[in-house]
Structure formats: structure tokens, C-alpha cells
């Protein structure tokens, strides 16, 4: 493995705690201090790989570059990136839905109903497969404000335990995808560096 020496890419916040955790599971070295520092890129301490924390939608980017040979994404950011990555591996880690919500019995007004999202391409691409019009809203977060307050008819927006619609008295209409977090690579890497890749899949497939 030292002679191949790999990047990846880890999505900072929620994601990143449970990939160290699978990460150490399998065994695979995790840089020391990592929960506790602001430096956004750090070394394990064999040399081996080079961790790099990004935001989460910006993980398939540096994989695609080949800045990160490898890359730890949700199928969400997956989906709405549309990176020319590999998928390698579900690692069955951070899962949820991505679905249809909205006010309860409301149905969506008028010839275009408004749509809020933090994934206005998955959005658009499913209602238009569905062959309905809307107009999608991009939000960058606490996207169940939008139908509260008037703005949009319905979210397309990530659910996991379900609280955060109850609690704000939204219901969920439709799933669009099951959402798990994978492994990716870049294509070059992927091939350039078979030997070492290998190696991590096989020891996370073990631990999953
Ligand atoms: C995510 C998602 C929902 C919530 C779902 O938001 O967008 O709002 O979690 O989880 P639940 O079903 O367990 O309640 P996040 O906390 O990442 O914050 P954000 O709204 O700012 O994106």
C-alpha cells in the first residue's frame, strides 16, 4: 500500500463521524486528531493516505478531477452532482430516503406548483419523468420551512428518522430513492491504482 499512496475525499459533518468509524473498523488507518482540528487536509500517520475534508456536495468534484483518487459521498450528492465517479462500494452507513413532502391533504395549487429542494437537478428530473411541471426553488437547508410558510408547495428533501417532518407538521407524499453513503473513485485512479484500492474495498467489505 506505500507505494501507492492515495487521497480521499470525506465529507465534513454528520457523514464523516461514521465513516471513521467503519474506516477504523476495517482496520484502515484514520489520521490521528481528526475530530478535533480545523486543518482540511491530514495524513495518516504511515504515510499511507492523505485525507481531504470537504463540503459533501463537493466531494464528486475532487474525485472527478483526480485531485482525491477515492471519495466517501451519499447517493443524494451522487444524484445530484451527476460526476462521472466510480461507485465501489455501499458502505450502508447514514441511511435514509430522499422523498416528496409536504402540508398535509393540501393539494399543489395552480399550473406550475412550486417545488423547494437542496436538490433542485433530482427534483426536476423527477417530476419531469413523471411528466408533471413544476418550478423547482433551490434552498440551501431547513428546506421544510417552504411549504410553512407559503412558499412552495411541496419539498424534495431528505428523511431519515421522519421527526423533522412531524415536528413541523409536514407529511411525506412520495420516496424518490433510497439514499446510503458509497465509496467512489476516480476512473484513472481506480485503474492506476487497482492494488491499493482493492485492498480498502476488500477490508470495509468485511466490516459492512
Ligand atoms: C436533514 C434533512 C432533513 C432532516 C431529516 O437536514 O434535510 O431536514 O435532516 O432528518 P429526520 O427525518 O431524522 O428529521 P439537516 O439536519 O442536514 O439540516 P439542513 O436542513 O440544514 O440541511
Known amino acids: 500500500m506505500k507505494e501507492q499512496r492515495l487521497t480521499i475525499a470525506v465529507p465534513k459533518g454528520r457523514i464523516m463521524g461514521e465513516a471513521i468509524e467503519i474506516w477504523r473498523k476495517a482496520g484502515l488507518p484514520v489520521p490521528k486528531d481528526i475530530e478535533d482540528t480545523r486543518k482540511l487536509i491530514l495524513t495518516t500517520e504511515d504515510g499511507a493516505m492523505e485525507w481531504i475534508l470537504a463540503k459533501p456536495m463537493d466531494v464528486p468534484t475532487y474525485v472527478e478531477y483526480g485531485v482525491a483518487d477515492l471519495g466517501i459521498a451519499g447517493k443524494d450528492v451522487l444524484m445530484e452532482t451527476g460526476r462521472e465517479v466510480y461507485e465501489l462500494l455501499d458502505l450502508k452507513i447514514s441511511q435514509c430516503r430522499l422523498s416528496v413532502a409536504g ?84 476512473q484513472v485512479s481506480y485503474r492506476m491504482k487497482q492494488a491499493a484500492i482493492k485492498e480498502i474495498i476488500e477490508r470495509l467489505k468485511e466490516v459492512i
Open 103 to 186: 402540508l398535509p391533504r393540501v393539494e399543489p395549487k395552480g399550473i406550475m406548483p412550486r417545488i423547494a429542494s437542496k436538490y433542485p437537478r433530482v427534483a426536476e428530473r423527477y417530476f419531469r419523468e413523471q411528466g408533471k411541471q413544476v418550478e423547482v426553488i433551490e434552498l440551501h437547508g431547513s428546506v421544510e420551512l417552504g411549504p410553512i410558510v407559503g412558499l412552495v408547495d411541496r419539498i424534495v428533501d431528505i428523511v431519515s428518522t421522519g421527526q423533522t417532518l412531524k415536528e413541523n407538521g409536514l407529511v411525506e407524499y412520495e420516496t424518490i430513492a433510497d439514499i446510503s453513503t458509497r465509496l467512489i473513485a476516480n
